[in-house]
């Protein structure tokens, strides 16, 4: 997170380091450049702290909180043909079987999949990286897993352990991708970093 202080209309930022944004349950999804990043520092073992984000794969989501923009099985119906879609979705759940490990029900939350044999929100660990640059092929979604409570795993004594290579998410957070910071109330409560502009 960045030091310098950045400003908008009515606050201001500069990352004091508390840490608490990687324990806040924030979604980190892992981009196409992130795993080449790791595979290019040799970070093989970061796979196992990835995952399939189950509301990817969910035909109805979180509750309301469905956003078909993101949601694989949307753009397999949108691709293909409507008398491919079902040969399709066969091929994207064997996909996801054979080069995933099955860890059990993650979070509490009610996301149920296209697989229904593997439950609630289930977490699926990707095998290897290469696995996961084929998955992004089919435009599955995949995030850190994060620890109970919300943590990051890569979060060590209070300071990211792979600063240097963490994710593009990370490295960009609290900005979005127009460079304006992201301020909502949740963000102020938890970024001790974000203050009233003084000036
Ligand atoms: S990868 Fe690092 S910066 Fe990103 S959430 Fe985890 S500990 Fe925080
Ligand atoms: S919560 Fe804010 S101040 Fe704290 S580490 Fe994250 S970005 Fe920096």
Redesign the pocket.
Same mark, same amino acid.
């Given at each position: 997170m960045k030091n310098e202080v950045q400003k908008n209309k009515e606050y201001e930022y500069k990352c004091i380091q508390c840490g608490n944004?990687?324990r806040a349950g924030f979604e980190?999804v892992i981009e196409k450049e992130d795993i080449e990043r790791w595979i290019k520092y040799e970070q093989n073992e970061f796979v196992q702290f990835i995952q399939i984000d189950p509301k990817c794969i969910s035909p109805t989501g979180l509750g309301g909180f469905h956003i078909e923009e993101v949601n694989t099985l949307q753009k397999i119906k949108e691709t293909y043909k409507e008398n491919e879609v079902n040969e399709k979705l066969e091929d994207l759940k064997q996909f996801i079987l054979k080069n995933h490990n099955y860890f059990g029900k993650g979070s509490p939350l009610p996301i149920y999949t296209f697989i229904p044999d593997l439950g609630r929100t289930p977490i699926l660990v990707p095998k290897t990286f290469q696995i996961i640059l084929e998955g992004l092929k089919w435009g599955l979604i995949y995030t /850190?897993k994060f620890e109970l409570g919300g943590y !990051?795993p890569?979060?060590k004594e209070n300071l990211?352990s /792979?600063h240097q290579i963490?994710?593009n998410v !990370?490295r960009s957070f609290p900005y979005t991708k127009n460079g304006e910071l992201k301020i909502d109330d949740y963000l102020i409560k938890i970024c001790k970093g974000i203050s009233k502009d003084s000036s």
């Open positions: 944004c990687c980190v /850190i !990051c890569f979060l990211c /792979i963490k994710p !990370c």
